[in-house]
């Protein structure tokens, strides 16, 4: 029951998040979305070296000074994961016109959605794999920690679900209901990608740091790539800045109180 609710809590912060559609109208003011994507880039910082990177290297301890080798690998892989499904993948992020990845005859809003698939890949990735720290039964992963970070991602989403859901409303003129089955949708693949790495749990173990540090560096490269560079669009501003510290440190204050 406990691996079923974690995988579903940052799930459900979108859901709730794409839930905005039947409360507001049209789109988030835009200072409010650059200070919420800075709030989201604070917290996948965060919890990708408290509780990723820094477990990944404290199960490395026997290796000594090379202690970090297995979590550069493991990093190293993640981000070049997602540039490969960056690459690969039509998608479009909002406030853009030009598509990226392979060349597509797919309608706006499929790659649309297929943007936000990408971004939450890497996050059910990591409480995936953190569940599978606990499983393992190593001390390094509590059963809080793991849902330290299982909630701040789900914090992070709530913002993001709202996002989604808000510009397809007012922009494309979908009713509200199909707004925000789009935007909840958009956060479904994050525990169908944390099952799976359950399901492979029995392989995965042995390398756990290894995958720690890959959801890791897959994470912080949706971040740097595109979170970051959103949030400076337009009008220059330090709302994003000011939303990145506050992300950071409520996601650092989580996995450091109940880790």
Known sequence: ???????????????????????????????????????????MVAASIWSLLIPAMDMSAEWGKLAFLPAVGGFLLGVLFLLLLDWLIPHLHLGSEEAEGHKSSLKRTTMLMLAVTLHNIPEGMAVGAIFVGLLSGGSEITLTAAFALSIGIAIQNFPEGAIISLPLRSEKGMNRLRAFFYGAASGIVEPLAGALVLIASHYLVPILP??????????????????????????????????????????????VAFG
């Open 1 to 43: 029951m406990n691996l079923f609710f974690g995988l579903m809590v940052p799930f459900i912060g979108t859901v709730f998040g794409a839930a905005c559609v039947f409360i507001l109208r049209g789109e988030l003011n835009p200072r409010v979305q650059k200070m919420l994507l800075g709030f989201a880039s604070g917290v």
């Open 210 to 255: 290894v995958l720690l540090s890959f959801a890791a560096g897959a994470m912080l490269y949706v971040v740097v790539e595109e979170l970051i560079p959103e949030t400076s669009r337009g009008r220059h501003s330090n709302l994003g800045t000011i939303g990145f510290a506050v992300g950071f440190v409520l996601m650092m204050a989580l996995d």
